[in-house]
């Protein structure tokens, strides 16, 4: 049942970023959400004696248009119409106009009803997207010039190097360093709005799993100086999936893994084979993930107020979720506040 809920939700957000291609799908999603309610309305109508009429049906249409757009929402209020008249208002079972003519009134009436909630839903997906479309252009514009700001410092680093002129090089990495920071945030801006309207290109392969996590172990070692990241791996199973996608999940928890913990020295990181998948763990032994903020942890946006003045954007972990659902994996944490924490991303094995 909790599986069943999951992957309804699962569906229901993929459906509202537009990233159901398969159409058959989306409509007899909505055929059966609607047979339900029929169900639950024909309950109310002949067993409680209510008279709900479309009440719950402008209910489907709104959510058919809230997670599907315009398409299944007229096929929503269209059908839900069509069936409450048909299965549910007298005669029965027939399309026969009854002796009570405030019925077709009815049905007029929900049509309208039904065909103006799925303009307005349609207007504020919209402007949604115009949202999200600008931002990823401006994210996609602001990429150049962060790049020749980048190459312009590390010159006059090198330069001032050369004449041997130690403030200016120190000026001129300081440059770099937070040229890196805003090209990080940059980088997210332009993912996330990928992830919100369904563009997000994934290309997949077959790779071991524990080679991408011993690179990536490997790149992160390099550019941390305050912890050392122990890798060990248990099997050489193989996954299918977008390499650099999910590479950028386990860098998410590593580099996290060290920020969280500014006052330990390690962060372990395994690879073992479970379940018939594999099983990528990174702990740390830092500040811990409090109780209260456990839901909250791969919403988009969420910062824990115990992260003090850790530099971040709360993004990270809500993108890594979203890859995570893609490739039909998992992506959870265990943690006590105070002591660290253990992220596990679990992955299916890839199959023949
Ligand atoms: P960011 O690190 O940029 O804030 P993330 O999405 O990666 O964004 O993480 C969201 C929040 O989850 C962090 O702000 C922090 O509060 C918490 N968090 C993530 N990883 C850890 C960790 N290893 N230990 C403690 N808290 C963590």
């Not at 500014?262 to 073992?272: D, F, G, S, T």
Request: aromatic share 12%.
């Amino acid at each position: 049942m909790k599986k069943l809920w999951s992957q309804t939700l699962q569906f229901l957000e993929a459906l509202h970023r537009g990233n159901i291609k398969n159409k058959m799908q989306v409509y007899t999603f909505i055929s059966l959400f609607i047979s339900l309610f029929l169900i639950i309305e024909s309950y109310l109508f002949t067993n409680l004696g209510l008279e709900p009429r479309y009440i719950l049906s402008l209910l489907i249409v709104l959510l058919s248009a809230w997670f599907g757009g315009i398409g299944p929402g007229i096929f929503a209020t269209l059908l839900a119409g069509i069936a409450t008249y048909y299965f549910l208002l007298d005669p029965r079972g027939s399309f026969m106009i009854g002796e009570n003519f405030d019925d077709l009134m009815y049905l007029f009436i929900f049509l309208i009803e039904g065909t103006l909630i799925v303009m307005v839903i349609e207007l504020h997906r919209k402007a949604d997207r115009k949202r999200s479309e600008f931002l990823g252009t401006i994210s996609h514009e602001l990429k150049n010039p962060l790049t020749a700001i980048k190459a312009y410092a590390q010159l006059i680093s090198r330069f001032a190097k050369k004449k041997k002129e130690t403030t200016i090089t120190e000026f001129a990495e300081r440059i770099d360093k937070q040229v890196n920071h805003v090209s990080e945030m940059v980088n997210y801006m332009l993912d996330i709005t990928k992830v919100e309207t369904g563009q997000l290109i994934y290309r997949d392969e077959i790779f071991v799993a524990s080679d991408l996590v011993k690179e990536v172990v490997k790149d992160q070692q390099v550019i941390t100086d305050t912890h050392t990241i122990h890798f060990t791996s248990l099997t050489d199973k193989t996954v299918m999936g977008d390499r650099y996608r999910i590479g950028q999940v386990i860098i998410n928890l590593i580099s996290n893994a060290v920020k969280y913990s500014p006052h330990a020295k390690e962060v372990i990181v395994q690879v073992v084979g479970k379940q018939n998948g594999v099983q990528i763990s990174v702990k740390d032994f830092g500040i811990g993930i409090r109780e209260k903020d456990r839901n909250k942890m791969f919403q988009p946006f969420f910062r824990a107020d115990n992260v003090k003045r850790a530099q971040g954007t709360g993004i990270g972990l809500y993108i890594s979720s979203q890859i995570v659902v893609r490739h039909k994996g998992k992506l959870w944490f265990d943690s006590e506040e105070g002591k660290g924490s253990t992220f596990y991303l679990w992955l299916p094995a890839a199959t023949d």
